[in-house]
């Protein structure tokens, strides 16, 4: 069959005609980067984050999860080293004062891993060496770079003042650590073990973009593995090594994402994080943006629980076998949950052309799709055909998510269906009356067969495995 190239101005747009993601506050004139999920979008999040919590809380014994609060302590950053290090290069054009970071302009230069070679320190310079000019107006006369704090900060109470400055949570990982002591306490956990969260994260990123790419407001599913102080580099090689399996693992059979469009990008020292020994980034190649950071994986060492203790004055040391206190080390698979939609979006957006027509089609998962069977009557005014297509819809959604749909010609229908991703659809027509069979549909062969309406349920749990 032959396919059309994707791109992202025709995955945006698929996005809202079918409501998955519409433009925020579309009403009034929209808000920049902001956007809201709809009906078939929170489906699919939805489905993501529970397969995520499914196979890395509920099926494991060694992970346990957690739901922190938003607005913390602001100490909990301060600690944390957000406050003091979480920071981008911020740069403007002197003419037509548009803002930019100063290491994403010399990334459109000259590359992710050329950019990511040099210092902080000498970004202004290599500004100057490689000649970069203002996207918008072509100048080259810039500003100096300033450092550029992502933190959202807010003020708690009336009056808004330094005193009461609070944050809104930059990554949710923090609620993890600070919590560690209570999940210890409270579970019979013991080394190794994980807590994993889900949640909004806020960052008041400079050059938000590329739809729900980079957002100011969006969601992470975070796991801190923690491990006991390695004595050998294999102590921690080992479990890192384990975890890069089983994400790798995550990505392609449980959101269907291919390998070939899949990267593990190593950072080097100069990239790394403040609190990171050892950081991948796991990309996806997104249409029209090439390969881009899905995934953070770091090996966090002891940084964070250490911060912690020496800042809140807590215990936050464990006792290992020997009965000795140990403050444990840390892996940490950081996944972005919207960025991890998009990627699946793009992964599953297929243009196909079927005899001289062009069909969009979503090719989810079927344990990722918004919904899993659309049930039709062939033509809406014959009640006997409607009131049993009723009935099998009816019968069905106590099991599965489904749609009822008379609206339309039925190839209107199927085609809806395709571009929302439902992988079933079961039509009730004149044969129906005479055998009690209905046609079902597969959405990726378009192959239909008939199949006995007593059937049904048994048919598609075996087909979902649901
Ligand atoms: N706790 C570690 C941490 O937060 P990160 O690499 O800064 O690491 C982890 O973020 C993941 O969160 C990223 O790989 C990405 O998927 C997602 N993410 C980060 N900033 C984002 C943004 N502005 N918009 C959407 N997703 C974002």
């Known amino acids: 069959m032959q ?88 740069i403007d054009c002197l003419k037509c004062k548009a803002r930019y970071r100063a290491d994403k302009l010399l990334e459109e230069k000259i590359g992710v891993e050329e950019t990511t070679k040099i210092a902080s320190e000498d970004l202004e310079s290599k500004i100057k060496e490689y000649k970069i000019s203002c996207p918008v107006c072509g100048s080259s006369n810039w500003t100096k770079i300033r450092k550029f704090n992502l933190l959202f900060e807010t003020h708690i109470g009336v009056i808004a003042d330094k005193k009461n400055v609070a944050y809104l949570r930059g990554e949710t990982a923090q609620g993890i650590f600070i919590n560690f002591k209570n999940v210890l306490n409270t579970t019979r956990q013991k080394l190794p073990f994980g807590i994993a969260q889900i949640g909004k994260a806020f960052r008041n990123e400079i050059t938000p973009g590329h739809f729900i790419f980079r957002t100011r407001e969006f969601e992470q ?28 693992d995550f990505f392609k059979e449980k959101l269907g994402i291919s390998e070939k469009n899949m990267r593990w990008r190593r950072h080097d020292e100069k990239e790394r994080s403040h609190y990171s020994q ?78 001289n027509e062009t069909r969009i089609v979503m090719k989810f998962l079927p344990e990722l799709a918004p919904v899993k069977i659309a049930i039709f009557p062939l033509i809406r005014n014959k009640p006997e055909l409607v009131e049993i297509a009723r009935h099998i819809f009816e019968d069905l959604k106590t099991k599965f998510v489904c749609e009822f749909d008379d609206n339309g010609n039925i190839g209107k229908r199927y085609r809806r269906q395709d571009e929302i991703g ?28 008939r199949v006995k309406v007593e059937r049904l349920k048994d048919f598609f749990s075996a087909k979902l495995s649901i």
């Open 3 to 90: 396919k059309e190239a994707k791109s992202m101005e025709k995955i945006v747009s698929l996005c809202k005609r079918r409501g998955f993601v519409f433009p925020g506050s579309e009403i009034y004139g929209c808000f920049a980067n902001s956007w809201d999920f709809g009906p078939y979008g929170i489906e699919l999040k939805n489905n993501i984050a529970q397969i995520w919590w499914k196979t890395f809380v509920q099926s494991r014994d060694d992970i346990v999860g957690l739901d922190s609060a938003i607005i913390t302590n602001p100490q909990v950053w301060e600690a944390s080293g957000h406050v003091a290090n979480f920071n981008d290069p911020l």
């Open 221 to 248: 599913m975070e796991i801190e593995y923690f491990i006991a102080p390695p004595k050998t580099e294999a102590d921690w090689k080992k479990p890192f090594e384990k975890w890069q399996e089983e994400l790798k």
């Open 278 to 355: 050892e950081t991948f980034d796991v990309e996806y190649n997104f249409p029209g943006m090439g390969f881009a950071e899905l995934l953070g994986f770091a090996y966090r060492t002891d940084y964070d629980l250490k911060q912690h203790i020496k800042y809140s004055g807590a215990d936050l040391s464990c006792i290992d076998e020997k009965g000795n206190k140990i403050i444990p080390h840390c892996i940490e698979p950081s996944f972005g949950l919207t960025r991890t939609f998009l990627a699946v979006v793009c992964e599953a957006y297929e243009e196909e052309k079927v005899k």
């Open 422 to 449: 439902t992988p079933f659809c079961v039509t009730v027509d004149f044969e129906t009356l005479e055998n009690k069979t209905v046609t079902v549909r597969d959405r990726d062969t378009m192959k239909q067969e």
